[in-house]
């Protein structure tokens, strides 16, 4: 039994045609051998299938050649064949134009052959891989450059050369040709001859392509749905491992690219609702992209530009986003070391906080005014005056000039004696005290009592412009005295008349 060797998939690699040779053997007939007959002729064909999208069913003519490589190069072998397109698929057997098949001495040497198919005057060129080469390996069934089944008995040579008078298929060079049934592309409305399938049972690889060049080692193309399918029915498997097994140098694991711009390089689609995407430095795990969209990290992310409202986003370094708490124009506000910033102008639907350190800010960015609006913040107008129906405060500065109307309440005034209060009159405009001071004093004084001399400045002796005062003996002294009237007892001496 000859077995296929594996092949190994290491990079996403896409299959658009099946080359293969067809299993069953041309039956060659007793009574038609040829003794100079190598090897039976369907042994030397291909089965070719290939796709054509768009292309309507019926017949249409297709050139395949061989080339020793991808471009250029002349044809090493060429052939035309009709084939009948059915659902835009066709299947042809390479070879099957010439008696001889496809030459075997094409892949003596063992080079790469590149299969060159042009139809509607569109040529494509698919790479041959390890299957077609097995053509060579036919001649290792022969015995002396003939098949088995091209050796006779005596008895059946007897009987060739009885009935060589009935007349015989053919001949070549004297002799009687054997002929066989020759594989034909699929007819119209019949299905396509199938790929070949490789299946094995063992522990390491079902099939083998070792590229020793520079190129490819499998060139995938399908215009259909996907050039490769890869599946896994194993719970703990996976259907497409990619492995770049260099040590050193800039080695890629996997490479995808799109070709259109409306076109997506790479699509993870976890069809079971979990985990998306899994990425893993020496197998730890360092970024998983879950089901629902969310993206943990243990590193850090970089960005040029994002979109978003960063919601659940923490623990960004000011840093990424140039954040200072200086005034700088379009960057982002930072605190310091103290909590501060500076601003030239700060805008906010809301505040919290008492405001402690705020200066500069403009009346409208509070809505104040100096006249009297229910729940609005105060402002001075250009002569510092303000209006209010009542101002409230714990603390009170300035010598409260032009102020009117304030109650008595919101000063505490009273109008008894009672220490560190304010001075309120009574109904009868009078008012208690241990003892007043005051620059200036108007009024007659009437109803006012014990007021201590010091207060008045009064005096005894003869002072310009003070109060007179009476000594311990109840005298005091005088320059003139004008009375409106005299009641004494007492003797009086330098009395001087006075008169107007």
């Known amino acids: 039994m000859v077995r296929a060797r594996p092949i190994a998939f290491c990079l996403l690699v896409f299959i658009g045609s099946a080359l293969f040779l067809p299993a069953q053997q041309a039956i060659v007939s007793p009574a038609a051998i040829d003794s100079n007959s190598r090897q039976s002729n369907s042994a030397r064909l291909i089965s070719f299938s290939d796709t054509l999208p768009g292309q309507p069913d019926g017949a249409l003519t297709v050139t395949f050649a061989l080339y020793p490589d991808q471009q250029g190069s002349a044809a090493l072998w060429t052939e035309t064949q009709v084939v009948q ?74 009987a060739i050369l009885g009935n060589s008078a009935a007349g015989n298929t053919g001949s070549v060079a004297g002799g009687t040709q054997a002929s066989g049934p020759v594989q034909a592309a699929a007819a119209s409305g019949t299905t396509p001859q199938l790929a070949t ?51 050193s140098g800039t080695t890629t694991g996997i490479l995808v690219q799109a070709a259109s711009i409306d076109g997506i390089a790479g699509v993870f689609d976890n069809t079971a609702g979990g985990a998306i995407l899994s990425l893993r430095n020496s197998g730890n795990v360092v970024t998983t992209v879950k089901g629902n969209g969310d993206i943990t990290t243990t590193g850090q992310v970089f960005a040029t530009t994002f979109d978003g409202s960063g919601a659940g986003l923490f623990n960004i370094p000011l840093t990424a986003i140039n954040a200072t708490p200086i005034t700088t124009p379009n960057s982002v506000v930072a605190r310091d070391t103290g909590g501060s910033f500076q601003a030239n102008q700060i805008t906010a639907n809301l505040f919290s906080g008492d405001g402690s350190g705020l200066f500069n800010i403009p009346l409208p960015a509070i809505n104040a005014t100096p006249i009297t609006i229910p729940n609005s913040v105060v402002a001075r107008d250009f002569n510092g005056s303000f209006q209010a129906n009542q101002i409230t405060a714990n603390v009170f500065s300035g010598s409260g000039s032009g102020l009117f109307n304030i109650p008595l309440p919101a000063i505490n005034a009273t109008s008894i004696t009672i220490p560190n209060s304010v001075v309120a009159r009574d109904s009868d405009g009078s008012f208690q005290a241990n003892q007043i001071t005051a620059n200036v004093f108007s009024g007659s004084g009437s109803g006012l009592f014990n007021i201590p001399l010091p207060a008045i400045n009064a005096t005894s002796i003869t002072i310009p412009n003070s109060v007179v005062a009476r000594d311990s003996d109840g005298s005091f002294q005088a320059n003139q005295i004008r009375p409106t009237s005299f009641l004494a007892a007492a003797l009086a001496f330098s009395i001087f008349l006075w008169q107007p």
């Open 197 to 247: 399938d490789f299946t094995d049972n063992n522990t390491t690889e079902v099939l083998l392509v070792t590229q020793q060049g520079t190129g490819y080692a499998i060139h995938a193309i399908s215009a259909g749905d996907s050039a490769l399918f890869a599946e896994n029915s194993s719970t703990t498997g996976t259907a497409l491992k990619a492995i770049s097994s260099a040590t």
């Open 85 to 158: 397109i059915t659902n835009g698929k066709y299947t042809a057997l390479l070879g099957s134009t010439d008696p001889n098949g496809i030459s075997a001495g094409l892949f003596a040497a063992d080079q790469p052959q590149w299969l060159a198919v042009q139809a509607n005057g569109v040529e494509t060129r698919h790479l041959l891989v390890s299957v077609p080469y097995a053509i060579k390996a036919a001649e290792a069934e022969t015995f002396g450059g003939l098949l088995p089944s091209q050796y006779v008995t005596v008895a059946q040579l007897q």
